[in-house]
């Protein structure tokens, strides 16, 4: 999030600032409509189940956002609710409350707190009636609620909407008023909308989102440069048709799309369907990160990998990690940044995928049965309090090893074969990193072929093939005499 400049000053004091939120296709993933009709029918004020076209004009919606149409119909609302009275809609929005918070996307309520920890006013803008809207907005939060307003009389509703139908323009024109009324300043506010026809209120504040944008709104957010996010994804990872490109790749982890390599895997049932986890590996190759990749994908689920910053600030390359959600890491910088972006990851129950041993082990250490790690992993799984998954990785050093600065595609008459194993899943007590690292590193190392636990004296042309240059150093021999060799990770 860009940090807020300074609020302008009026007379002694200084205005404040405040976030904008629309409510469909925005901090929710679709429509909110479901939910509110269900309560609607468990209080009476609607009769019977959804129609076939109540279901198809939601999933619509879900899909393309709003039409001309269909706020066409929203504004008849006032009128189909002639007649109810106003404490049964409010037992109603009681009941949708809870439901609806539960749907509020993972990083729409990260920025909620966010700009709360900033000092800055929450107000939900929305064109769903005020009293049916209200206790979700009392619930996740918000500071005050900007919404259609059905006329009343006698506790009952009249037929007619009170002030502004809180769409579009009028939309915009009701959270200007508001602003006025509350001291607000708009250059220094933020507005978060997925709708063509929203494009009037972030126009007017000084920090316009487009969220989950519909295709009108894709192209003006566009055109403006306004940031365009998802808050069902990390900041920096687009979405096409709905889908990330890390899911869309996962539709080509296919054998046949890899005739260079023989994929084996082993353990996918111990990766969890649902919810946060740390993925936990070994580290042999360059091809790695895609052969974690390939074994997600046999579970259908997107990681976030943490690599090295010199990764992401490569062309081309780097653009391509940041779009496939990949968090970078300074290394020797000791930055706590990149284990806060991986415990918002989790917090948002996904997947983090790291390799404790940091780099790819060179030279003798590349060879030792003893794997070591670093506390970053066991830091991260304790402080967020999620399960921790291991995965034996052998043989992507046959396919890119670190000799190479391209992997050997070409082999596809003796291909090399690559196994993965996840093993089950455990949680760390966090009392000791050291205790929890050895105790990753031991998970690791179980779910290796016996071979991995062997020690042996490697060749040199093997020797060789564990450094980048694809040449032994004069100080090091098979041996392992050179102790800064044997370290993980040492460069």
Do not use: C
């Not at 250059?187 to 929203?198: G, Q």
């Not at 190479?404 to 595609?409: F, I």
């Not at 082999?411 to 455990?426: I, L």
């Amino acid at each position: 999030m860009d940090a807020a400049e300074d609020p302008t000053p009026t007379g002694s004091r200084r205005s404040a600032a405040a976030a904008f939120f629309d409510l469909d296709r925005t901090l929710l993933l679709g429509a909110s409509g479901p939910i509110l009709g269900e309560a609607l029918r468990h209080v009476g004020l609607v009769r019977g189940e959804a129609s076939i076209v109540e279901t198809a004009a939601f999933r619509f919606f879900d899909l393309v956002g709003e039409t001309l149409p269909s706020m066409f119909l929203a504004r008849q609302g006032a009128r189909a609710a002639s007649g109810w009275p106003v404490e049964l809609v409010r037992e109603a929005a009681e009941a949708a409350a809870a439901p609806l918070a539960e749907r509020v996307l993972p990083y729409a309520q990260q920025m909620l707190d966010e700009h709360r920890a900033e000092g800055r006013k929450l107000v939900l803008a929305t064109t769903t009636p005020v009293d049916l809207i209200g206790p979700f907005a009392e619930l996740v939060g918000f500071d005050d609620v900007v919404a259609t307003r059905y006329r009343r009389r006698d506790d009952r509703y009249d037929g007619t909407i009170d002030g502004e139908f809180v769409w579009g323009k009028g939309k915009s024109r009701s959270v200007a008023a508001w602003a006025a009324a509350n001291g607000v300043d708009l250059d220094t506010s933020y507005a978060y909308s997925d709708s063509y026809y929203d494009v009037p209120l972030l126009s007017i504040v000084g920090h316009p989102r487009a969220v989950n944008p519909d295709p009108r709104m894709l192209a003006i957010a566009t055109l403006r440069r306004w940031p365009v996010i998802h808050f069902d994804l990390p900041a920096g990872v687009p979405k096409f048709v709905g889908v990330e490109p890390q899911q869309a790749l996962q539709l080509l982890a296919r054998p046949q799309a890899f005739p260079w390599v023989r994929f084996h895997v082993d353990g996918v049932e111990h990766i969890p369907r649902h919810g946060p986890a740390v993925l936990v590996a070994n580290h042999r190759s360059y091809f790695d990160v895609l052969a974690i990749g390939y074994l997600l994908a046999q579970r259908g689920r997107p990681v976030r990998v943490l690599g090295k910053r010199e990764v992401f600030d490569a062309p081309v390359v780097g653009d391509l990690a940041t779009a496939l959600g990949g968090i970078p890491v300074d290394r020797g910088t000791g930055s706590d940044e990149p284990l806060q972006q991986a415990r918002a990851a989790l917090a948002a129950g996904e997947l983090v995928a790291l390799m404790p041993q940091g780099t790819i082990p060179r030279g003798p250490a590349f060879f030792d049965p003893v794997l070591r790690g670093r506390w970053g992993a066991a830091r991260l799984a304790a402080s967020a309090d999620v399960p921790v998954v291991p995965i034996g990785i052998w043989g992507t050093e046959a396919v890119w090893p670190r000799s190479s600065k391209l992997p050997n595609v070409t082999n596809v008459w003796n291909p090399p074969h690559v196994t993965m194993r996840a093993g089950p899943v455990f949680h760390l007590d966090g009392t000791d990193p050291d205790v929890d690292t050895e105790r990753i590193m031991d998970a690791i190392a179980a779910l290796l072929p016996d071979e991995a636990r062997l020690p042996r004296i490697p060749s040199d042309e093997e020797l060789a093939r564990t450094y980048p240059d694809g040449r032994i150093p004069a100080d090091v021999d098979a041996a392992g005499d050179h102790e800064a060799a044997r370290r993980p990770g040492s460069d």
